[in-house]
């Protein structure tokens, strides 16, 4: 993934949390919001976690050096190291403290703990492929692009749009 790539996605992710935090806390002042990321950060798939963390925490010191009077974003990044198992046991212990955000990744580890964040019900960002992780809640955001069916629905509201410019981000992994 390409430093300019990289930028973009953490600052999507950054802008997002902004805007899905300010929306649900529209009557809290300004202080402080807390975001817990639950990702693989090692092991066989801990690149993309990194990648994802390192375009966050890049987004987020722009967001900082802009000076607008914005929330202090404080983030508590946990390496869930690819296990569904660990991807609770980190839940667990972010949870210690709750925070007012919440994002998790992969696929597998999120729908570990996707029950528990619904139960939550504060906003949660999920970097994942199931199209269908929206499906009974109102507190899932579901970023990544996945499935034939997604392609068609994104290029009609492009069309509607008429955008500008429009960026799309693909993981091509070896082993799928």
Known sequence: MSPKTKFILGAILAIAVLMIVLM???????GSVHISANFPLTGEIGIF????????LMALDDI?????????IIMNWSDNTGSAKNTLTVFQRQ??????VYISGFTPQTLAIKAQIDAKKIPHIAWMFSYNVNDGTQNNFRTWVSYKIEVPVFMKYIKQQLPVRVAIAHVNLSYT
């Open 24 to 30: 649900f806390n529209s009557e809290k002042t300004l």
């Open 49 to 56: 976690g990194e990648n994802i963390r390192n375009s966050t």
């Open 64 to 72: 900082a050096d802009s000076k607008k009077p914005l929330p202090k």
């Open 95 to 100: 949870f210690l403290d709750p925070p007012d």
